[in-house]
C-alpha cells in the first residue's frame, strides 16, 4: 500500500532559527517526490518537485533533499519568519503508463513564533 | 490568470440536502481533480479527469457522490443526500498534464459543514 508518513506532527519555533521537516514514503512504482506549503484557509501551494535522480533542490530558504534509497526526503527552511507559519505537505508521485496517483502525507503544522 | 476558481468557500447545510461545489481551472490546463481534506485524514483523491474525462473515480466515497465536467472550464461536484460525515475542506486543482512533472494547483477550495 502506497504510504506517506511525516514528522514531527507539529513543531514551534522562534523567528529565525533552522528547522527540518522529514518525510518516508513507500509508493511504487516511485516518480517524484513533492513539497507544498499550506497556509490556514488555503490550498496547497507547490515548493519542491525531486525525481529519484535528484538529491537536493532549492527553493528560495527552502532546501529539500531525496535519499531514493532509504525513501526518505526532508525539508529544511533557513532563517525561518512569521509567514512561514504553515502546514508542509509530502507528497509522492507514482504514475506508469494509465495508472497515476499522488500519495498525500498528513502534513506538519509549523509555527513560528515572534 | 486569476487561478483556480473554486465556489462556494463556505456552505452550510442540513443532513439530506443536495450539495453542488463549482470549480473552474486554470485556462489551457487539461487535467482536473477533486480532494478532499480532514484532519484525520488528510488530503484523498475523490476522482480526477483528463481532457474532460474521467479517469479514475475510484476514491469517490459512494454513489451519493458524483462529478462531472461538461467542458474545459468547468467542473462540479455534487453530494445527494449530503450527510455530517462529508464535513471537510474540498479541493479542486487543475494541472497541464504532458508538459513534464505534472505541477497541480490547487483552488482555495470549499469548506462543507453538513449539521
Redesign the interface.
Known amino acids: 500500500k502506497n504510504q506517506v508518513e511525516q514528522s514531527p506532527q507539529s513543531l514551534i519555533i522562534l523567528e529565525g532559527k533552522n528547522c527540518t521537516l522529514q518525510c518516508n514514503y513507500t509508493v511504487s512504482p516511485f516518480s517524484n517526490l513533492r513539497w507544498y506549503k499550506q497556509d490556514t484557509g488555503r490550498g496547497p501551494v507547490s515548493l519542491t518537485i525531486m525525481t529519484f535522480s535528484e538529491n537536493t533542490k532549492s527553493n528560495g530558504r527552502y532546501t529539500a533533499t531525496l535519499d531514493a534509497d532509504t525513501k526518505q526526503s526532508s525539508l529544511h527552511i533557513t532563517a525561518s519568519q512569521l509567514s512561514d507559519s504553515a502546514s508542509y505537505i509530502c507528497v509522492s508521485e507514482n504514475s506508469g503508463g494509465s495508472n497515476y496517483k499522488l500519495t498525500f502525507g498528513k502534513g506538519t503544522l509549523l509555527t513560528v513564533n515572534p | 490568470d486569476a487561478g ?1 476558481i473554486q465556489s462556494p468557500r463556505h456552505e452550510v447545510t442540513e443532513m439530506g440536502q443536495e450539495v453542488t461545489l463549482r470549480c473552474k481551472p486554470i485556462s489551457g490546463h487539461n487535467s482536473l481533480f477533486w480532494y478532499r481534506q480532514t484532519m484525520m ?5 475523490l476522482i ?1 479527469f483528463n481532457n474532460n474525462v474521467p ?2 473515480d475510484s476514491g469517490m466515497p459512494e454513489d451519493r457522490f458524483s462529478a462531472k465536467m461538461p467542458n474545459a472550464s468547468f467542473s462540479t461536484l455534487k453530494i445527494q443526500p449530503s450527510e455530517p460525515r462529508d464535513s471537510a475542506v474540498y ?1 479542486c ?1 487543475s494541472s497541464k498534464w504532458g508538459s513534464g ?9 470549499s469548506r462543507l459543514t453538513v449539521l
Do not use: H, Q
Open positions: 483556480v485524514r488528510g488530503l484523498e483523491l480526477y479517469i479514475d479541493f486543482a512533472a505534472n505541477v497541480l494547483t490547487f483552488g482555495a477550495g
